[in-house]
């Protein structure tokens, strides 16, 4: 192993005393970025004003970018395009690819994937009409339910709430075999482990970055377009940016070239700031050492969880292959847990109805954070202090 993860943790702010292990919702922040903020609003918002677009380069940072993101999805040089939302780019992704399949109405996907996608693809097979449905099956079921009728397989690589990993390029063999495009989701894959959209046969991808590339709150999402679809991938969301000569004001929309049709509106400048110093910390990472890491801290973790919580159900499965870089347990009373743990300072999440989320990201925890970790968890489990009114109040968000 060549990464040095105790240089990694000490590039991130993380409050004394916490242990932070919500990483795979959002990212905490990285040294870097609050100074490249300053530097951003400053000197290039403050001093440079409008001209910041040409002398600051922010119109062309989308697509820089975008590269440092390829390079950590296994993506092409110049398939990436930053911007927007990551609902806005599923919506792009999918519309783009349903085109390039005429005759093909349905959207497969999967009960485990994110809600906002499936909304996202609803509401997308209801504007279309004309027999367009969205099919869903059990994650498991997947692969065996795509046939000659699906025109794109929709699906999040990594189940939000166990971790539980579709096999990517099985999938994408067996949905071109059929006719089918496939339409990954990444939001909890990309910066968590290695990820070869190019070598496994990805034709469209999404992600956001405020997760595992900690990019702060709001961060913005990104779109691939494998090279061979980009030429003919027609933008849904035919925004100003993704014109082939934004500036020359044409009333007739000409997408651009490449994947910079699948711009959409203004970037967002700050955000993009924060994204760009957020990566930063990728220099010297080693992907393959990262996985490695992560599976080893997330063995030690479920190890002693269970040796010391047997009222605990695990819900991540155990063999790596199939895993992200999440543990997630089941308790009727999960809510309450998770909120007695943060309480004490170990920041998870819980996911209804029953799960406990925990986020194990090398960049910033170790052996001792889980160890402790699973300590309080095990205490409180022992104690039943979860078990007070205050715990069990539903904030607004879980």
């Not at 969205?134 to 699906?155: F, H, N, Q, R, Y």
């Not at 993009?272 to 910390?281: E, N």
Request: aromatic share 8%; charged share 20%; net charge negative.
């Amino acid at each position: 192993m060549t990464t040095d993860f105790a240089a990694t943790k000490r590039q991130f702010l993380l409050p004394e005393g916490v242990i932070y292990l919500d990483g795979n919702s959002l990212g905490p922040l990285p040294r870097g970025v609050a100074e490249r903020l300053q530097t951003t609003v400053a000197d290039e918002w403050g001093q440079m004003l409008i001209r910041g677009w040409n002398t600051a380069g922010w119109m062309d940072m989308p697509a820089r970018v975008g590269n440092r993101i390829a390079r950590l999805v296994g993506a092409e040089p110049g398939s990436v395009v930053m911007g927007d939302t990551l609902s806005i780019k599923v919506y792009q992704a999918l519309a783009s690819a349903l085109e390039l399949v005429p005759g093909r109405r349905v959207i497969l996907s999967d009960t485990g994937n994110f809600p906002s996608d499936l909304y996202i693809a609803d509401g997308l097979v209801r504007t279309l009409g004309d027999g367009h449905a969205l099919k869903t099956v059990a994650p498991e079921a997947v692969e065996d339910a795509i046939d000659g009728s699906v025109g794109v397989v929709m699906v999040t690589e990594v189940d939000y709430r166990t971790g539980r990993r579709h096999d990517m390029a099985r999938l994408a063999a067996k949905a071109h075999a059929h006719g089918a495009l496939l339409v990954w989701d990444l939001a909890h894959s990309a910066g968590a482990f290695p990820v070869h959209l190019a070598r496994d046969g990805a034709d469209f991808a999404v992600g956001c970055t405020y997760k595992y590339l900690n990019s702060g709150p709001g961060g913005p999402a990104f779109i691939y377009v494998a090279p061979r679809h980009q030429d003919a991938a027609r933008p849904a969301l035919s925004g100003w940016l993704g014109h082939e000569v934004p500036f020359a004001f044409d009333l007739d929309y000409r997408p651009g070239a490449g994947i910079e049709r699948m711009r959409v509106g203004t970037p967002p400048i700050l955000q993009l700031a924060a994204l760009d110093a957020a990566l930063d910390v990728w220099a010297g990472v080693d992907l393959d050492d990262l996985r490695a890491r992560a599976l080893a801290l997330q063995d030690r973790f479920i190890a002693a969880v269970e040796a010391a919580c047997p009222m605990l159900t695990l819900a991540t499965p155990r063999d790596h292959g199939q895993r992200g870089s999440q543990v997630s347990f089941r308790h009727a009373e999960g809510y309450a847990i998770m909120q007695a743990l943060i309480a004490e300072g170990v920041i998870g999440d819980f996911r209804a109805p029953d799960i406990l989320r925990f986020g194990i990201t090398p960049l910033y925890i170790d052996e001792g954070d889980i160890d402790r970790a699973a300590a309080i968890l095990a205490r409180i489990m022992t104690t039943g202090s979860w078990d007070q009114p205050q715990f069990k109040a539903r904030a607004r968000v879980t």
